[in-house]
């Protein structure tokens, strides 16, 4: 046998990556700080200073979560594995899981619960809205589900959904409240314990500025005795809960035994983040979030575009959603933007295809200097991109 394969001529050139202006929905930009953390030394997976470092994230992500859950960890994989993770271990094949659908992030729930043989109902609004207590209720009563999945921030939709009284709702009819956070968390404020919510998780790439491929994710007490006996192993073994909180220490067992090489590197930059998270303090990062929306929704409608989410409480504010502008083809704005000012926004997803601009100032990225940089952009774009006469 020979090498008839030659080794590739393009990896003889260095690599070269762009500094971008990340300001679309995700990922955001990853301070030097966060970087450098992640450049330090691999050290094993199993090495007790990894275990160390566990530890902090996990007490980072009961900070930023605001729970005292035990069962709180970060999952190797992006926001879809937390997903995954969280449908796979809390649903057994024909249960009855509800999913609420103003957006993408409803549809894909439901299509994971689907594949693991769930019975899936949806409860669904046009793209933009959000549901009641009331409607949520009547859905809970009528499906009797084991699982009710809410996205808190849609960020393909820019809506902030209200989770008041909802936990409450869940366990009056013995059902688990699941919580995607993932455009929200560290932007908004949440209070997973006080908001009864049972599974909650995120990304680390977004308000967290890390780089992506680490989730943090927490089961509350209740979400834990429905997992831990279930009739079936969930259908993941990368996933399974018992081995992710043996990895992760929270199963109170003496030694952990090997699962998965955990992504050590991105644990370092995932502790980083929440440090710099710590320091901020969530209710500074909320506040400031929360100005500099109302200053990019103020600076927008002042040059005659129009807000997507109309009602001002229901918009998400580390994802903003703009009405695509008329006569314009969005494609050629977003792709006129990153090509002049360097900077990405993005256009819709999914159900909000072709109807939104969607701009994303999420973490270090939420500043009035960067609003000012993106309504610039915009102008520009709008005078220099065709516009039809019709
Ligand atoms: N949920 C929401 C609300 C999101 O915004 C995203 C990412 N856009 C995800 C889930 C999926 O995360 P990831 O792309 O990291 O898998």
Not at 5 to 18: A, F, N, R, S
Not at 150 to 174: F, M, N, Q, R, W
Not at 237 to 250: E, P, S
Not at 313 to 332: C, D, F, M, Q, S
Request: proline content about 6%; charged content about 20%.
């Amino acid at each position: 046998m020979s090498v008839s394969i030659p080794p590739p001529k393009c990896l003889k050139k260095p690599l070269t990556v762009p500094h971008r202006l990340m300001f679309g929905p995700g990922p955001s930009n990853v301070p030097a700080r966060i970087l450098q953390a992640g450049a330090n030394p691999v050290i094993g997976h199993m090495h007790e200073e990894t275990f160390e470092i566990m530890s902090d994230i996990k007490s980072g992500i009961q900070y930023m979560f605001q729970t005292r859950n035990i069962m709180t960890l970060a999952v190797s994989g992006t926001g879809h594995t937390a997903m995954e993770c969280a449908i796979f271990n809390a649903v057994e094949a024909g249960e009855s899981v509800l999913t609420a659908v103003n957006g993408i992030w409803g549809e894909r729930a439901a299509e994971m619960a689907e594949r693991i043989g769930a019975r899936v109902n949806t409860i669904v609004s046009p793209p933009g809205g959000y549901f009641t207590n009331a409607e949520i209720e009547q859905a809970l009563s009528k499906y009797s589900p084991v699982v009710f999945f809410l996205a808190h921030g849609e960020s393909s939709t820019g809506v902030l959904h209200p989770l008041d009284g909802i936990g409450e709702l869940c366990h009056k009819y013995d059902c688990l409240f699941l919580v995607d956070s993932v455009a929200s968390i560290g932007g908004v404020p949440l209070y997973m314990d006080e908001q009864g919510i049972d599974i909650l998780y995120t990304g680390s790439q977004k308000v967290l500025n890390a780089p992506p491929g680490t989730a943090p994710i927490s089961f509350s007490e209740r979400a834990c005795q429905k997992i831990f006996h279930r009739k079936t192993k969930p259908i993941s073994f990368f996933l399974d809960l018992n081995w992710l909180a043996n990895y992760w220490g929270c199963d109170g067992k003496p030694s952990r035994i090997y699962h998965h090489t955990g992504p050590v590197n991105a644990f370092y930059s995932l502790r980083e983040s929440l440090a710099i998270l710590a320091e901020e303090s969530l209710e500074n990062s909320w506040k400031r979030h929360e100005k500099v929306a109302e200053y990019f929704q103020a600076g927008l409608e002042s040059m005659g575009l129009k807000l997507f989410v109309k009602e001002r409480k229901a918009r998400l504010p580390t994802v903003t959603t703009i009405v695509a502008p008329h006569g314009y083809n969005w494609k050629e704005i977003t792709n006129y933007i990153m090509k002049t000012h360097n900077i990405e926004i993005s256009g819709g997803l999914g159900p909000s295809i072709g109807l939104v601009l969607r701009v994303g100032l999420m973490g270090c990225n939420s500043s009035k200097t960067n609003v000012d940089k993106v309504l610039a952009a915009l102008k520009d774009a709008l005078k220099h991109c065709h516009k039809s006469k019709v």
